[in-house]
């Protein structure tokens, strides 16, 4: 036999065993009407008094691709600039300014890690209707520089060229090397959980 010659693995073709690439209809996410959400649990001294933080997204970007005829089909690539995260409470601006530079220079270390990345590697349908679908996003999240394995359930609806996807899913800040701090002279802390909720829309692109 020839030095050079390869030897083949018998079985299916290998056009067959890669799996398909994302397909659909490409949308833009339109950050001036999309709302993303971080809710953080205190305790401590004030925690009594209501003061759980609601962290709001403010600059995000990114794309989806989506076709109702093969929902499993699509993707979500999104990125958000980390320093833009503000508290969306009505605290004093003392707090306010106190727990934003905690949250941008010991939490997510910005000047360090500037973007928070979500890519989906593949959709699993729960149920499917006209204007309506039910998934689950399975993807890696890439905060304060580490990437893990992060589901994310979603309700997509397409009304004419716009999509709105909306959801809520939780992480522990340790499984991305995230130290909990405290704020407020030591009077709020948060729990390791935190929940994100969000309301995305997206503009079809021609």
């Given at each position: ?131 309506q679908s039910d998934v689950v ?70």
């Amino acid at each position: 036999m020839p030095e050079n010659t390869e030897i083949q693995p018998r079985g299916a073709p290998e056009a067959a065993q890669v799996a398909a690439a994302p397909t659909g209809d490409r949308y833009l996410i339109t950050p001036m009407i999309s709302r993303f959400t971080v809710k953080v649990t205190a305790t401590g001294l004030l925690s009594s008094f209501g003061h759980s933080p609601t962290i709001q997204i403010r600059d995000l970007k990114g794309e989806i691709l989506f076709g109702r005829q093969a929902v499993e089909q699509g993707s979500l690539h999104l990125v958000v600039r980390a320093d833009s995260l503000t508290v969306a409470d009505n605290i004093s601006d003392k707090d306010r300014r106190e727990i934003e530079s905690q949250m941008r220079e010991q939490v997510l270390e910005t000047s360090k890690h500037p973007e928070i990345v979500y890519d989906s590697q593949s959709v699993t349908v729960k149920s499917t209707a006209d204007t309506q679908s039910d998934v689950v996003l399975i993807g890696q999240l890439t905060l304060h520089g580490v990437t893990r394995p992060q589901k994310v359930p979603a309700r997509i609806t397409v009304t004419g060229d716009l999509l709105r996807a909306f959801g809520e899913f939780s992480l522990r800040q340790s499984d991305y090397n995230i130290k909990p701090v405290s704020a407020v002279g030591g009077g709020l802390k948060v729990k390791d959980e935190v929940t994100f909720t969000f309301d995305i829309a997206a503009r079809k692109q021609a």
